[in-house]
């Protein structure tokens, strides 16, 4: 396996921390309460997933206890051999996803693939997760607690953290920040996504961690994506009404980093969905 010579943590706040720089594809971030911590997602490797780990148990001198798995990803999932011998949580739907015949088949290729031709990815072993829940969870700590909140959207099993304490979020994919998002997923609700946005806004948080891009200080960052959500959604509706081709709809401009197949992606399944509803 690879050596990384450096995966630092991001200190958020007094107890909270993250690594945000892209080296495992998907953010992660870590909460300590008074005896233990809780690591959110795992990254895309068991490279990073370990020096992860080990940098926040010396950070806050405390164990890792437990893992909380925001939604299905590999990029979120993949290093969860680093965390194998902990609670690892998610929404019970994170496991029906990963347990998809379709999810089962291209994983198992991507592993693989990733063996042979990715120098960090060495060593992935596809683990579910062993502590599933439904609406909600609530992890305490003597006086310190962390909300986990399944809400769907991105993925149908996606879930947000929460703590009180600090005023942190932790959005999972719900939020890309400086980049288009992936809205593609062949379970992705826009309706759920787009409530899921207004709760996490109402939460009014002073920093969210995203599922990828820089952290974010402030609720009113959450605005400009709802809204682009919301134009978006108008924008694919009118499209079916007026009878356009995919190749014709042009999305909003509220990012400047668009990836063209998620954008593909995005769209072509925006479009199944409304067209449903319509």
Not at 103 to 123: A, H, S, T, W
Not at 172 to 181: R, V
Not at 223 to 247: C, M, N, P, V, W
Request: glycine content about 6%; charged content about 25%; overall charge negative.
């Amino acid at each position: 396996m690879i050596s990384i010579v450096s995966y630092e943590l991001e200190i958020i706040s007094p107890r909270a921390v993250a690594n945000t720089e892209g080296v495992g594809r998907g953010n992660v971030g870590a909460i300590y309460l008074n005896n233990f911590c809780l690591a959110i997602d795992s990254s895309m490797y068991v490279s990073t997933g370990d020096l992860f780990r080990s940098n926040v148990e010396t950070h806050f001198k405390a164990p890792v206890k437990f893992l909380i798995i925001t939604h299905y990803h590999a990029d979120h999932t993949f290093g969860m051999k680093s965390f194998k011998d902990l609670v690892s949580i998610s929404s019970a739907q994170v496991s029906k996803n990963l347990q998809s015949t379709d999810v089962l088949e291209r994983y198992k290729g991507y592993i693989i693939e990733l063996e042979k031709d990715d120098p960090l990815g060495k060593g992935v072993e596809f683990i579910l997760p062993n502590f599933l829940f439904t609406e909600s969870l609530i992890i305490n700590d003597e006086n310190l607690s962390v909300e986990i909140n399944h809400v769907g959207g991105h993925t149908s099993g996606s879930s947000f953290v929460f703590f009180p304490e600090e005023k942190i979020l932790f959005a999972g994919d719900l939020i890309f920040e400086d980049k288009f998002p992936y809205a593609g997923d062949v379970t992705c609700d826009p309706e759920k996504w787009i409530t899921a946005m207004k709760r996490m806004r109402a939460l009014n948080p002073d920093f969210i961690i995203p599922g990828h891009g820089p952290v974010m200080k402030g609720s009113d960052k959450l605005d400009r994506h709802e809204k682009f959500f919301i134009e978006l959604r108008s924008i694919i509706k009118d499209a079916i009404t007026d009878g356009l081709k995919q190749e014709e709809i042009e999305v909003p401009t509220t990012f400047d980093n668009i990836d063209p197949e998620l954008k593909l992606l995005t769209v072509d399944h925006w479009l199944k969905y409304y067209k449903t509803q319509i």
